[in-house]
Nanobody, 117 residues
Framework: QVQLVESGGGLVQPGGSLRLSCVAS????????MGWYRQVPGKQRELVAT????????NYADSVKGRFTISSDRTKNTVYLQMNNLKPEDTAVYYC??????????WGQGTQVTVSS
């Protein structure tokens, strides 16, 4: 099992920036995908961005392309989400996830991001 701890959420004004971090620990496979999802009350959790450990391939939701950047530091087992030009509709609880073949997926506890003036 892999444990995930997120940090970096908070309150920011529209147009501002935040960086989320997620540290993974435990039985981490060599090849895995880590990423970020977000959820608002009453709606399904949705993909924000993912990154693959094998080659750094990334995937983004259309709504965040050009504004968010996902990156990782494998030496620290950490994945980051740099969020720029934040909009009120980005307000949500952001969850880090770890996925690997033949392993149960793991989720973090979530971190609140609020974009408001």
């Amino acid at each position: 099992q892999v444990q995930l701890v997120e940090s970096g959420g908070g309150l920011v004004q529209p147009g501002g920036s935040l960086r989320l971090s997620c540290v993974a620990s435990g039985n981490i496979f060599r090849l895995y995908t880590m990423g970020w999802y977000r959820q608002v009350p009453g709606k399904q959790r949705e993909l924000v961005a993912t990154i693959f450990s094998g080659g750094g391939n990334t995937n983004y939701a259309d709504s965040v392309k050009g504004r968010f950047t996902i990156s990782s530091d494998r030496t620290k087992n950490t994945v980051y989400l740099q969020m720029n030009n934040l909009k009120p509709e980005d307000t949500a609880v952001y969850y880090c996830t770890y996925m690997a073949p033949a392993q149960l997926s793991s989720w973090g506890q979530g971190t609140q991001v609020t974009v408001s003036s």
